[in-house]
C-alpha cells in the first residue's frame, strides 16, 4: 500500500475524523527523545502501525526503523550488530515457544535497551513472566498508533525525574492581531492564577514586546541561546531567563537592529526543547511572517493557538494554517482559534460562526476591542489582569490559559471567589470581634 493509502486508512480507523479524536490519549502521548527504534514483526498490519507513527511529531527526534521476520529476525540482526535504545517485537508466537526466543533475544541485548513486546494473547500470567525477564511493555495486538506513542513515551518520559514541559506556539493570523498580547496574557494567568511555571521564549527577535509588556529591560537573552544552542545548559539558562515573578520567566528578545538574525530550525529545537525540561508550560510568541523554523515550532508545539481579527484576510491566513496543520499533525487536536478585537462599532466584520465555519474550528474565546484596557496595560508593562481586574478580557485569558491546560475548572473558582466575597463582610465582622 502507498504511504498516502496507508495514512488515509488509519486515520479513518484510528482517528475516525475529528469526532473519534481521543485528545486524552494524544495528551499522554509525550515528545519522545533522540533514541533509537528497531522493531521486528510478523505482521504486516503492526509494521505499518509502527511507520505511521513513526511520522508523528511526538517520534520525529527518535530514528526508528522497522523490519519484518518478527523475533527470529531480531535474534539473528544482534548476532553482530550492538542494540539500540527500544527493541520493539511484534510476534504471533504463544508463550511457551516466545519465551525461550525471548531468552536468546537477550542474550545479545546491551544493558540500556529496552524491550516492548506486541502479542497475540490477552494473558496475564505470559504478562508477569515477560516483565520478569525485563520486558519494558506487552501490548496486544490489533495496536493503534496513539496507543503505541503512549506506551513509548511512558518509558522514556518519567513525570518524576524527566519533566517535560508543554509547548504552547502562539502566532498571529496577521501582523499586529494582537498575538503577543494574548500570549503574555495567557503565560501570566497560568502563572498567577494557575501557579503554574511558565516561561515565555520571545522568537521575534527584531521586535519582540515581551520585556515591554512586563516592563523588564534584561541584557542578555534568547538570542544568545539560539546563537550557540549547543552551549544550552540548565546553568546557562538560568542565566538567560529573566524572572518576573515567583511562576514567571521570560526569555527576551534582543530587540536591536544592528545585527542579523539567522534561526535555524534546528537551533529552535534545541533551546525549546531545553527551556521545556525544565518548566511546565513554554508559551512561544512567534512573529508574524513564514520560515522554515516558524513552521518547525508549529508543527512540534503540543498546541498551537492562532490569534486573527475578523476579516477576510486573517480568515483566509488562518485557514492556511489551520489546513496545514491538519494535514502535518493528523493525530493532534486541531489547532486553537481566538477571535481578536471583535465587536469594533461601524466596523464590518466577520461574524463569529462564519468564522468558525469556514475553519472547521470552533474559537475558544473572542476578545472584543477594548481600547483602554489595552492601551494602558502595553503603556504600563502590565498585564490586563493587573491594570483592570474587572476588564472583560481578564476572563477571556482565564479561559484560553484553562482550554490550553484541559482544565475545565476555573469557571468554578468563580462561585467559590463569589461566594467567598459574599462572605467578606462576615469575616470582617469576626475578625473584628477578636
Ligand atoms: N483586544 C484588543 N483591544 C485593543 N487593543 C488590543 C487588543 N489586543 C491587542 N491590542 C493591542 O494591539 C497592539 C498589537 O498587539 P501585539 O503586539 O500583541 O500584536 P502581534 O500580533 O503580536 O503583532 P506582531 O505582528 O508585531 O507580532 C498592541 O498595542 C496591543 O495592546
Ligand atoms: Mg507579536
Known amino acids: 500500500m502507498s504511504n498516502q493509502a496507508q495514512s488515509a486508512q488509519f486515520e479513518d480507523e484510528f482517528m475516525d475524523g475529528d469526532a473519534g479524536f481521543d485528545a486524552e490519549a494524544a495528551e499522554r502521548a509525550r515528545p519522545i527523545p533522540r533514541i533509537s527504534i528497531q522493531a521486528f514483526c510478523d505482521d504486516q498490519r503492526s509494521a505499518e502501525v509502527l511507520q505511521y507513527a513513526a511520522e508523528d511529531r511526538r517520534l520525529s527526534k527518535a530514528h526508528v526503523s522497522v523490519h519484518m521476520g518478527g523475533i527470529a529476525a531480531a535474534i539473528a540482526h544482534y548476532v553482530d550488530s550492538p542494540t539500540p535504545n527500544l527493541i520493539i517485537v511484534d510476534t504471533a508466537l504463544s508463550g511457551p515457544a516466545l519465551l525461550p526466543e525471548l531468552d536468546r533475544l537477550a542474550q545479545s541485548c546491551d544493558p540500556g535497551t529496552k524491550v ?137 528578545a534582543p530587540v536591536v537592529l544592528d545585527r542579523d538574525y539567522d534561526i535555524s530550525p534546528e537551533s529552535c529545537d534545541m533551546v525549546i526543547d531545553v527551556v521545556r525540561q525544565n518548566v511546565p508550560y513554554v508559551a512561544v510568541d512567534l512573529p508574524h511572517g513564514w520560515s522554515p523554523w516558524t513552521k518547525r515550532v508549529l508543527l512540534q508545539a503540543d498546541e498551537v493557538i492562532i490569534t486573527a481579527v475578523p476579516d477576510l484576510a486573517n480568515l483566509r491566513n488562518a485557514k492556511n494554517i489551520v489546513d496545514l496543520l491538519r494535514t502535518a499533525r493528523k493525530n493532534d487536536a486541531k489547532p486553537h482559534l481566538v477571535l481578536n478585537m471583535a465587536n469594533v462599532p461601524k466596523r464590518q466584520e466577520i461574524t463569529l460562526k462564519e468564522f468558525e465555519q469556514a475553519l472547521d474550528v470552533k474559537a475558544i474565546a473572542t476578545i472584543d476591542y477594548d481600547c483602554e484596557s489595552f492601551s494602558q496595560a502595553a503603556n504600563n508593562g502590565q498585564m490586563v489582569e493587573e491594570m483592570n481586574p474587572k476588564a472583560k478580557a481578564a476572563e477571556r485569558f482565564r479561559e484560553i490559559a484553562l482550554a490550553m491546560t484541559h482544565r475545565r475548572d476555573v469557571k468554578a473558582d468563580k462561585p467559590a471567589a463569589s461566594g467567598l466575597a459574599a462572605l467578606a463582610p462576615f469575616l470582617e465582622k469576626l475578625k473584628l470581634k477578636r
Open 116 to 252: 516492548i513486546i506486541i502479542g497475540r494473547y490477552n494473558d496475564v500470567l505470559l504478562y508477569r513472566e515477560l516483565l520478569k525477564r525485563g520486558v519494558s511493555e506487552y501490548l496486544v495486538a490489533p495496536i493503534d498508533p496513539m496507543g503505541l506513542m503512549e506506551s513509548i513515551s511512558n518509558l522514556y518520559n518519567n513525570p518524576d525525574t524527566d519533566p517535560v514541559g508543554h509547548v504552547f506556539a502562539f502566532i498571529g493570523a496577521k501582523g499586529g492581531v494582537g498575538s503577543s498580547t494574548v500570549c503574555h496574557n495567557v503565560a501570566w494567568t497560568l502563572s498567577e492564577v494557575l501557579k503554574s511555571n511558565v516561561t515565555i521564549a520571545d522568537l521575534d527577535l527584531a521586535f519582540g514586546t515581551t520585556g515591554l509588556d512586563f516592563n523588564q529591560d534584561p541584557v542578555q537573552g534568547i538570542a544568545e541561546a539560539l546563537a550557540a544552542p549547543e552551549r544550552l545548559d540548565d546553568q546557562l539558562l538560568d542565566r538567560l531567563l529573566t524572572k518576573c515573578s515567583e511562576h514567571l520567566s521570560i526569555f527576551a
